[in-house]
């Protein structure tokens, strides 16, 4: 049997460690960057009629118009990101197509679609992103709460801030922009991290009653290593499927792979030394 709960001030200082380093980044590159969808601006979608080596593309918008471009994947289209809107900057559409065409003379982008978002939607859209979060979690600690005792719920939500805090950190540290796909994919990742802690806080329970008289650290340790295989069984196959959008899927998607991988990760982390750790810590106190 591993003893997990030997290693919990390790555990504490590593995630401290990444929060740190993501507080360090945060105040290096002066906040997250945010991208169109937080700070308004235009998505425009090109098509070329022969497949196109996008790197001039990519290069000519950023410098031009301090914008992304985004390949799709089996298709000769891309998807075109600046900060700009038909009401900043007139004849948006004909500038971008002049921008293109200048670098993309034999195979000439034609716009198929575009949408634009205003700097007062962004705004909103950002606070009701943080708004779900934060709801997320404080919906998540009654339920704990109700389902077990207090001092579970504490570990729970705890973890499930530790692993918000860990995947912002993290696009913090490669100084990648945070969109609405980041805000789903953490979102999606707190309801992954409180399944896996809930099944370990379950067995938790369950020993705490059979293994009564026994020390706390002993019962912790026995239920996590009950179902550890569970846990790395469905961490393991749930990466395999997010590690192929992440390498397959493309810069559309890359950002919402990669928030969902770093969150597994950080899930199984901390429902394994986090979530049980800070329980341990308040159920002493409530014993």
């Known amino acids: 049997m591993f003893h997990f709960s030997q290693y919990r001030i390790q555990s504490a200082l590593l995630s401290l460690l990444v929060i740190f380093a993501g ?36 290069k000519a918008i950023h410098d031009e118009w301090n914008g992304t471009v985004y390949n799709i994947i089996d298709a000769n289209e891309i998807i075109i990101r600046i900060q700009d809107t ?22 000439p982008g034609k716009i198929l679609q575009k949408s634009s978002l205003s700097s007062a939607v962004g705004d909103s859209l950002r606070n009701s992103s943080i708004k779900a979060i934060l709801i997320a979690l404080a919906l998540m600690l009654v339920y704990i709460a109700m389902r077990f005792r207090f001092a579970f719920a504490i570990g729970a939500v705890v973890a499930l801030f530790h692993d918000a805090l860990a995947v912002l950190a993290c696009f913090l540290i490669i100084n990648r922009p945070i969109d609405i796909d980041v805000v789903a994919a953490i979102l999606a990742v707190l309801g992954y991290s409180i399944n896996d802690t809930i099944v370990i806080f379950t067995q938790i329970r369950k020993n705490l009653v059979s293994m009564k008289g026994k020390a706390l650290d002993v019962i912790v340790d026995t239920s996590i290593n009950q179902t550890l295989r569970r846990t790395i069984l469905t961490s393991a196959s749930t990466s395999l499927v997010v590690g192929s959008m992440l390498i397959f899927g493309g810069d559309a998607i890359r950002s919402l792979s990669l928030a969902i991988l770093l969150g597994i990760i950080f899930g199984t982390y901390s429902s394994i030394f986090i979530a049980s750790s800070i329980m341990m810590l308040f159920y002493k106190e409530n014993k």
Not at 43 to 54: A, H, V
Not at 89 to 101: F, H, R, Y
């Open 23 to 58: 507080i360090s980044a945060y105040i290096y590159n002066g906040g997250f960057r945010y991208s169109v969808d937080f700070t308004g601006g235009t998505d425009i979608r090109m098509r070329f009629d022969k497949p196109e080596n996008t790197a001039a593309i990519k």
């Open 86 to 107: 038909p009401e900043t900057t007139d004849n948006l559409d004909q500038k971008i197509q002049a921008t293109v065409d200048a670098v993309s003379i034999d195979n």
